[in-house]
């Protein structure tokens, strides 16, 4: 982050002046400030978007890789049979439940620091904070087993823990309800004892974080900007990305994009086959109901259209090639000018 503050402050064409904006600008604007947004900012945000737009915490579940998913013993079913195939649900028998609460109450929690407590509501506890009401409260919450018959056996488990399609391509399937502060450490350790889970790849660890952030898919534009007012661009964390990159490059095109914008040319967003295209289509699409920030990760990207021999590691540098070809690709036909480079 000092690199970026260095070349900022040195850009010729950025006069840079610091103090707090408290309230929407009037004209073209790109709005940036993160995950700790000023009150007065927050407000006047509110205000244009609706109170429910802006969340002031995240409540983030694991996410896992559809190809990592043992699907020999999930099975995929929705709850009373309403809510479309968009589940898969994991079965655990009495034996399997009672040693996942144990190691649920034996993990070590991530203690953050003081700016960063979150209270915790009653309708996103952490996962470990409801098992330790009783062993039987995730029986009675996330892990009910009631609705959810096995289609091979007609019969109910003990509990079970349902995936969640998180993208339309399914590659991306989040653990229902598992919000969590558990070290990433434990989450590999406890979370992995979930039946069909035993092998599976964390695309996102689970995480509850101060942090401001909007509801992209219910309130903003595919490139970000705000319906009836197209000069007024929102970036960073605060649209739902995370990290140091995706914050970086949601700027770089927010600010490609108020340029076209204001010389009269259509926004642009990368193709889903590179990461920032991947993850802008995360933003458009995830359910609104349910949207919860998102970083870069591999599930992001339409797949390869053939297999590729060498397992997930060739597979990743096969995707990666790809993603590097397209950018330039979509840089040198879509964006190239003199002026920008
Ligand atoms: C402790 C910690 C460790 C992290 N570690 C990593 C890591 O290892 N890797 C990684 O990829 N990511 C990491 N992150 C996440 C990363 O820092 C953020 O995703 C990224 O900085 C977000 O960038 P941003 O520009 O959107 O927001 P910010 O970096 O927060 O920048 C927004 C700026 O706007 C300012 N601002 C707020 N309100 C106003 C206002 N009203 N007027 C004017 N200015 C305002 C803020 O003070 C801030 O300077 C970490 C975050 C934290 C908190």
Redesign the pocket.
Known sequence: ?AEVTRRISEHPNIMLLT????AIPDGPAII???????D??SQSVRTLLGEQNLAFFDAIAPIFSRESIDENVTFAASRYGKGGADYLNCPLDQNTYEAFIDALLAADVHQG?DWDQVPYFEGCLPIEVMARRGRETLRFGPMRPVGLLDPETGRQHHAVAQLRMEDRAGQMWNLVGFQTRLKISEQLKVFRMIPGLEEAEFLRFGAIHRNSYLNFPARLTAHGAVEGREDLLFA???TGV??????IVS?LLAGLNLDRILTGEQPLIPPPTTMIGGLYRYLREADPANFQPMNANFGLLDPLPERVKGGRKARRAALSRRAQEQINVWWAESVSRPGVS
Do not use: D, F, K, N
């Open positions: 982050s103090g707090e904006v408290t940036a400030t993160g995950p700790l947004t000023s007065a900012l620091h960073g964390q605060l995370e990290g140091y990159t995706e914050s700027g």
